[in-house]
């Protein structure tokens, strides 16, 4: 179109069925760079679009006029005007061009941290999350910026739903990356993911999933699983030497060496953002020494716990003691008269309804997963070019033998001609 004005009447007259939408969309991308010159007088445009009824054309407009510096002022006004699209666009327009959704949705999350209100990004970005998924199983650019949102506002309740949903499809691995690291429950995976240099994600994933190993189970891991990669196994332990060796010093479950370590190491940690889980790591030692005596006693007094654990006194001892039989990690009754603590075994038999149902729904997750990983495979083994990188590294590994035959593909499915 010649002028912004013609623009404005096209998009207004081909946004209602799905074909006028598809040509729509080609004169968008069309008059795109030319929006992106006018972009300081497309402001006022806005206004004539109703973003619940012309999403597509309102996304093209609402790209190009936020792609320049944004001060502080014009990020309010933006923050709003972002939000109200974000909330009533056409799910169906937008994914006619999900880099331009990503890019204002990113846009967003940078405005509301200018402002300094993250909270106010929580809700429309996990909107856009939604809109812009073709299933619930798609991790999309967006999830990384939700959980960002969430931690710099505290809401992590918000973060939680989206970290326990099951993740199948990914978009791009620097996505899944970034996820992982901002989940930090799910740190394994980004070390465990394919990679073919390591990168610094991975790196700072590998630094707190050792910490958050020793906070939540006593231990970490000397190794890395075997299906990590060679470039993992390789270079991440190197990196990530003080962390190894705090883990080893807390193995020996001796709070004086680790204190000693961590005060050695402190700028280190710190420099890392790392020092708060680091104290929380130190902190769960007495629990984890706690939970030895439960291994070897029957009964023990506060005053010998307390020794035995390096607490202060009988008091501590039992403010851990009773926190933990809260948290069900041990299961104990304390006798205020004496000060004893006897130690009992897990109370469930496994055999109520509630346990019951948790077990069969854990299996039928397993079942499910099961089948699409199935299908994975049989999409993947009939892939011209997996199979034709599959042969080639056949004919690579050593010409004097024959690695590969027609033979061996007899009962691969015959989806594709090749």
Do not use: W
């Amino acid at each position: 179109m010649n002028s912004v004005e013609g623009l404005v009447n096209q998009i207004q007259g081909l946004s209602t069925t799905a074909s006028d939408v598809l040509s729509l969309q080609n004169l968008l991308k069309q008059a795109d760079d030319s929006l992106h010159a006018e972009s300081t007088r497309l402001l006022p445009f806005l206004d004539q679009l109703d973003p619940s009824k012309h999403s597509l054309g309102y996304l093209y407009f609402l790209e190009a006029c936020t792609a320049g510096p944004v001060t502080k002022e014009q990020a309010g006004s933006y923050v709003l005007m972002i939000a109200r699209f974000i909330t009533s666009c056409i799910a169906e327009q937008i994914r006619l061009a999900p880099d331009k959704f990503i890019t204002v949705c990113k846009r967003f999350k940078d405005q509301v941290l200018l402002l300094e209100e993250p909270l106010r990004g929580v809700a429309p970005m996990l909107t856009a999350i939604r809109k812009l998924q073709s299933s619930s199983e798609h991790l999309t650019a967006l999830h990384p910026e939700f959980l960002l949102l969430c931690l710099l506002s505290r809401c992590y309740k918000a973060g939680l739903s989206i970290l326990e949903e099951d993740v199948f499809e990914v978009d791009q691995p620097r996505d899944l990356f970034l996820f992982c690291y901002y989940g930090l429950v799910a740190s394994q995976t980004v070390v465990t993911a394919p990679m073919s240099t390591v990168n610094a994600i991975a790196v700072e994933a590998f630094k707190k999933y050792i910490l958050v190993s020793l906070i939540h189970h006593g231990q970490s891991p000397t190794n890395l699983p075997k299906y990590a990669s060679s470039v993992a196994q390789r270079n991440l332990k190197n990196l990530c030497q003080p962390y190894i060796e705090l883990a080893n010093s807390y193995s020996n479950g001796k709070i004086t060496d680790i204190e000693t370590y961590v005060e050695a190491n402190k700028d280190k940690f710190e420099s890392d953002n790392n020092l708060g889980l680091v104290k929380q790591a130190v902190s769960s030692m007495y629990k984890r020494n706690i939970q030895r005596l439960t291994q070897t006693y029957l009964t023990l007094s506060l005053q010998d716990i307390a020794n035995r654990v390096q607490l202060n006194s009988p008091k501590e001892a039992e403010m851990h003691v009773l926190e933990m039989i809260k948290d069900g990690e041990i299961y104990a009754t304390i006798n205020q008269k004496d000060g004893m603590v006897r130690f009992l075994e897990d109370p469930e038999q496994y055999k109520t309804c509630e346990m019951i149902e948790h077990i069969d729904s854990s299996i039928q997750r397993l079942m499910t997963l099961s089948k699409k990983l199935n299908g994975v495979d049989e999409l993947m083994s009939c892939d011209p070019l997996y199979l034709l990188k599959l042969i080639a590294s056949g004919v690579q590994a050593g010409r004097e033998r024959q690695r590969f035959d027609f033979d061996d593909f007899d009962n691969v499915p015959q989806r594709f001609n090749i």
